[in-house]
């Protein structure tokens, strides 16, 4: 099944200890998102790609960087983790943006020592 | 911007009675979508309804674009059914970006 996968499902490093998330997506879709969702709350969204177009949101910390080196592929790099980006990362993607759905992959909850 | 508002906040109910989540938005929206967050973390996209009606088994939404409100209906509540359902929405004023409720939390008893 076409599909949006997140690797590793659980990630554990230690406190400023550089850190990458992968996302790999089958469904050919030209968006790919990345959220960040802390525990109780709604996911908020760090940044997003439209193809190799990068849109990082306002008040994204520049701890938190995103690669998307081709269609299928997109890195989330956490430059120097604190104990705050303890959380849930989510991927998702969505065919063209506004009118399409977005489809998630099953997360990746990152643990700081 | 747009706000989403989700009710109730937090629901209790009954293995086997039925329930009525809902949404409520402040401007017109080109998508909204109804999500189940379960206890583990994973986000099921239930449903993209944008306007009308969608059943999937016990589950249906409704949205009324002109209104704006949106309702989920689940019949039958399970145990399973349990966790956060999210409605998000995008609208006119961003394309690509999903704005969130904050939730309503589910406890099905047994």
């Known amino acids: 099944d076409a599909m949006v996968i997140q690797n590793p499902r659980y990630q554990v490093t230690q406190f400023g200890k550089p850190v990458t998330l992968s996302c790999s997506q089958t469904l050919n879709h030209n968006v790919m998102y990345w959220y960040q969702q802390k525990s109780s709350q709604a996911p908020k969204l760090l940044f997003h790609?439209?193809?190799?177009?990068?849109?990082n949101e306002a008040d994204t910390p520049d701890n938190f960087q995103s690669r998307r080196p081709n269609t299928s592929f997109c890195f989330l790099d956490i430059r120097s983790p604190g104990l705050g980006d303890a959380a849930m990362y989510l991927c998702?993607?969505?065919?063209?943006?506004?009118?399409?759905?977005?489809?998630f992959g099953d997360g990746t909850r990152l643990s700081i020592l | 911007g747009i706000q989403v508002e989700q009710s109730p906040p937090d629901l209790i109910l009954q293995e086997g009675a039925n329930s009525t989540l809902r949404c409520n938005f402040s401007?017109?929206?080109?998508?909204l979508q109804w999500f189940h967050q379960n206890p583990w973390g994973q986000l099921i996209n239930l449903f993209y309804i944008p306007s009308g009606t969608k059943q999937n088994g016990r589950l249906s939404a409704t949205t009324v674009a002109t209104e704006r409100y949106s309702l989920l209906y689940i019949s039958s509540s399970q145990t399973t059914d349990s966790g956060v359902y999210f409605c998000?929405?995008?609208?006119?004023?961003?394309?690509?970006?999903?704005?969130w409720g904050l939730g309503t939390s589910l406890a099905v008893n047994p």
């Open positions: 401007d017109s929206v080109n998508n």
């Open positions: 790609y439209y193809d190799k177009d990068f849109n």
């Open positions: 998000a929405v995008v609208y006119a004023g961003n394309n690509r970006k999903l704005i």
């Open positions: 998702a993607t969505s065919r063209e943006g506004g009118y399409q759905p977005q489809h």
